[in-house]
């Protein structure tokens, strides 16, 4: 297939949780996790230091990770992506690049991930609904994938799409929004590392309920711009549609990134409920950009935050 991603590494010859970090590694902050080669699996040597990338604040358990979700294909109860998602199949899948890049086409999820370096990442996860994770990912940059794919200067924008499947998603009949499920980044977002495509989380690969197979991950948005099970990336000249903001555009802005200072039109964005403290748990601040403000806050200088929300 034109555009196909060269490797000597097939994906039958790695197994799937063993391409994950561990549980252990994850909560000391491990490295980087390399694929192994043929033959069998292999995990690189793993640094003990803490990455920069990762937050030191304690990880939410699993079970609260995969059981409080927003997926709307599934349902708008937060229990109903993990009842329902299960039917997605979602070996084989493929993902169309697209757009102004140099070698478009429809990509295999096991040609994405040959050669691929697979990072923990453990990062405060802030939902538009002032709620709160800290979430262990397993990824790699975006901007590794749209290097390989070669995205032409002319591209200011990166646009996604989520898998439509009507048969596998009973929310899909019901209109809650216009499908496929759209987001965006613009280009120096996307390709900011802290930008990640997550393909694991904890030790195993990534559950259905969270965005299986591939999901982006940018965590100083608010969590509806972290859109899951991708099949679609394009880079564009211009800022592309996203389903909240058609959806609602006074609400849901384009750039949606953490901000205290500025509320959702019908509740407070100063403070959060960190999922798992329990009924009566005190609710604690929200951070400018999540917290990762040393990181991104260069990226909107000089913009009117209040405007573009």
């Known amino acids: 297939m034109a555009g196909r991603f060269k490797s000597d590494l097939n994906w039958s010859d790695v197994t799937p949780k063993s391409a994950f970090l561990n549980r252990r590694q994850l909560m000391a902050g491990a490295g980087a996790v390399a694929l192994g080669s043929i033959g069998g699996p292999a995990l690189a040597k793993l640094d003990a230091a803490p990455s920069k990338f990762s937050t030191d604040a304690e990880p939410n358990s699993l079970e609260e990770i995969t059981t409080y979700n927003n997926y709307y294909e599934f349902g708008t109860g937060k229990e109903d992506p993990a009842r329902y998602a299960d039917a997605l199949t979602t070996d084989p899948w493929t993902v169309k690049i697209d757009g102004l890049v140099d070698k478009p086409g429809d990509y295999a999820f096991d040609d994405i991930m040959k050669n691929v370096t697979l990072e923990e990442r453990i990062y405060r996860f802030r939902c538009v609904e002032a709620w709160s994770m800290v979430i262990p990912w397993a990824g790699f940059e975006l901007a590794d994938l749209l290097t390989r794919a070669g995205v032409q200067p002319g591209a200011k924008y990166i646009a996604f799409e989520t898998a439509v499947r009507p048969e596998e998603m009973p929310g899909i009949s019901r209109g809650y929004l216009e499908w496929p499920y759209r987001e965006g980044l613009r280009i120096d977002e996307a390709m900011h590392p802290l930008t990640i495509m997550a393909t694991g989380l904890y030790d195993e690969p990534i559950p259905n309920q969270n965005g299986?197979?591939?999901?982006?991950?940018?965590?100083?948005?608010?969590?509806?711009?972290s859109i899951k099970s991708v099949v679609r990336i394009s880079a564009m000249d211009r800022e592309p549609p996203t389903s909240w903001n058609m959806a609602n555009a006074r609400e849901y802005g384009f750039y949606s990134n953490v901000n205290p200072e500025v509320d959702h039109p019908r509740w407070s964005q100063a403070s959060e409920?960190?999922?798992?403290?329990?009924?009566?748990?005190?609710?604690?601040?929200?951070?400018?950009?999540?917290?990762?403000?040393?990181?991104?806050?260069?990226l909107y200088e000089g913009m009117d935050l209040s405007k573009n929300f």
């Open 212 to 225: 299986a197979p591939l999901r982006l991950v940018v965590p100083w948005k608010y969590g509806f711009k």
């Open 273 to 298: 409920r960190k999922v798992g403290g329990g009924l009566f748990a005190k609710r604690q601040p929200t951070l400018m950009f999540n917290g990762y403000g040393d990181e991104v806050a260069s």
